[in-house]
Each structure stands twice: as C-alpha cells, then as structure tokens.
C-alpha cells in the first residue's frame, strides 16, 4: 500500500502557494515542475521528475484566470499520464466554469459540461472540488468527485468571534438552503435577501429582506462574489432596515480591485473567506480574513492515497484540519 511520504503533489502556475500548504500538512516535498507563459499566450508545461506509477495529485484552481487555467490543468494531466503516471488526481479547490449548469435560454453553452468532459478526455482519474456553484456538476463527470465543504471551517471561525444576536441571511432564495445550512451549525435564525438580475451581467438588485433583522447583527453568507456588488447593496439595505454590525462569509473570494475598494467602502465589518482562489488583491486588505482550506484538501489527498473514505470530512473535520489562523 502507498505511504504519504510516496504522495507525488504538484503544482499549477496559480496553485502553489495552496500546494506548498498541503504538502506542510502531509510532510511531503512539492513536486519539481515548470510553466512558461509565451508573448501571445501560449502556454508551456514541463514535469521534472519521474513520476513513473506514481499518484499525481495537481493542485490548480479555475479561478481569476479561468480560461488560462483551464487549459494549464489540461496540459499538466496530459503531460503526466505521457511520462506514465499511475493516476492523476486534479486537486480544483474552486471551479469558475460550474457557473454555467444550465441550457436556460436558446443557442447557449452548458460550459461546465464542456469543461468536466475536457478534463476527463485529457485523463483525469479524479477531481476533489469544494463548494460548487451547483452540485449536481458531479453529474457532469462520469470519474469519482470528491465534493468538500469549507462551512465547517468557516463556522468554527465564527463561533470563534463571539457575536450577540447574530442572523444568518442569505442574499437571494436560491442560496437559502445553504444558509440554512450555516444556521443549523451556528444555531441561529436565517432571513433572506430577494434579488432580481435583469441580463447575464454582475449586478443585482436587492429588492426585499425576508425575516427579523432589525437590532441584531448579520452574517451575510455566500458562495462566491467577483465584484462584491450583491454583498454591499444587501450591506446596505440591512443598515436601512436597523442591522448594527454586519459580516459577510464566501466560501470563494474572487473580489476584484474596484470590488476590494467598494468592500473597504462599505457597512460590511469583516469579510471572512478561504484560500481557495489565489487572490493577491485581498492580501492587503484589513476587512478581508483568509483562513486556509489547504490542511482539509491534503486530509482528502491522504485518506485518497491510503484507501481510506472521504465522506466523514463532509460534515464534520479533525481538529488539526481546523487551522483558522494563517
């Protein structure tokens, strides 16, 4: 049986700071490899080591730059099932293209489908993903997924903060059973956020907050946000309806640099999210806390690579996979 000292982890072009994380968790070395972006874009992979019947696990988000990511991770498994790889395992904490899940308007692309067929066509023997836009993407895939949750993590930091009257709310209907979610774990009560998205743009408008806010303090929850503009418009709105602190919790931080400057603008006290995304925007910011996900992807590479199962990390993580602090 494969030890952890035998697990072969490597990097993409944007996932090694992540990768470097796990590989502190299972006290392993990274592995050697290179990529080099020509002047028209053209992309370049190179494994330098042997990786002959070993295990690969690729670290690699589809994050801020998803088109150029995208196509990295299709090389980097191409490159390694040609140098005789064993298995190769994308290691995709966040996936931008599960945004598109759905056929909902005529001539349009259901791009998440293309992208799980590509990844699977180039060889990919497994994914592990955390908190997909959609889950039903693992349909999407006919190799096994392994599909994390960061809301564990993310909620024993909150617990950590001590706030009174804390509630949950979402920012539109279609995320409320997630919400629901945080508030079973955090035991409070939920309201949530009626938005209306008129074209395929980055901009919603809230227009009505369900449930009792008035004098308490709110945990704003989502999954992601690019341009933070639905997290402070419905920042905003619940400082109308009588909010007094306000915080904010993604499992995915993709805010760009108008979107950290509207965060540092706005009513939202502390924006709590992981590093799923390599994001250098928000390294500076003092409204942004980052916590690490990286000790609970190396947890699944080890339980993976010893044949062991994944399923008890759903709900419930080991403490040292509880590293709130960077």
């Not at 088109?67 to 980097?76: C, G, H, K, V």
């Not at 899940?101 to 497994?126: F, M, Q």
């Not at 508030?183 to 395929?200: F, M, S, T």
């Not at 907050?209 to 308490?216: F, L, Y």
Request: glycine content about 6%; hydrophobic content about 40%; overall charge neutral.
């Amino acid at each position: 049986m494969n030890t952890e000292s035998e697990i072969k982890v490597f990097a993409g072009s944007t996932g090694k700071d992540f990768a470097e994380k796990i590989c502190i968790y299972l006290k392993s070395q990274l592995g050697k490899s290179r990529v080099i972006t020509f002047s028209e874009g053209n992309i370049y992979v190179k494994v330098e080591e042997t990786v002959r019947d070993k295990d690969v696990y690729l670290v690699q988000s589809i994050g801020l730059r998803p088109n150029d990511e995208f196509t990295e991770i299709l090389f980097w498994i191409d490159a390694f099932k040609r140098a005789s790889a064993n298995s190769v395992t994308v290691i995709m904490p966040y996936f931008s293209y599960a945004k598109g899940d759905k056929k909902d308007e005529p001539r349009v692309s259901i791009r998440g489908r293309v992208c799980t067929e590509c990844i699977e066509l180039a060889g990919a023997d497994r994914v592990v993903t955390m908190d997909l836009h959609s889950p039903q993407i693992q349909g999407f895939f006919k190799k096994p997924v392994d599909h994390l949750f960061a809301l564990p993590i993310l909620c024993e930091y909150i617990n950590s903060l001590k706030i009174d009257d804390l509630v949950v709310v979402s920012p539109d209907s279609g995320f409320a059973k997630e919400a629901r979610k945080f508030a079973r774990y955090l035991k409070l009560p939920v309201a949530i956020g009626d938005k209306e998205r008129e074209g395929h743009d980055e901009n919603a408008k809230i227009i009505e907050i369900v449930g009792n806010v008035k004098d308490k303090n709110a945990l704003i929850v989502d999954d992601f946000s690019i341009s933070g503009g639905t997290l402070i418009d419905l920042a905003n709105e619940l400082k109308k309806r009588g909010v007094n602190r306000i915080f904010a919790c993604l499992s995915h931080v993709l805010l760009n640099k108008d979107g950290v400057t509207k965060l540092e603008n706005s009513p939202i006290e502390k924006l709590i999210s992981t590093d799923s995304v390599y994001n250098p925007y928000v390294m500076d910011s003092k409204k942004v806390k980052v916590i690490s996900v990286a000790p609970l992807f190396a947890e699944t590479i080890s339980r993976i690579h010893k044949r062991e199962s994944v399923s008890p990390l759903f709900n419930k993580v080991p403490k040292e996979v509880l590293q709130i602090e960077e």
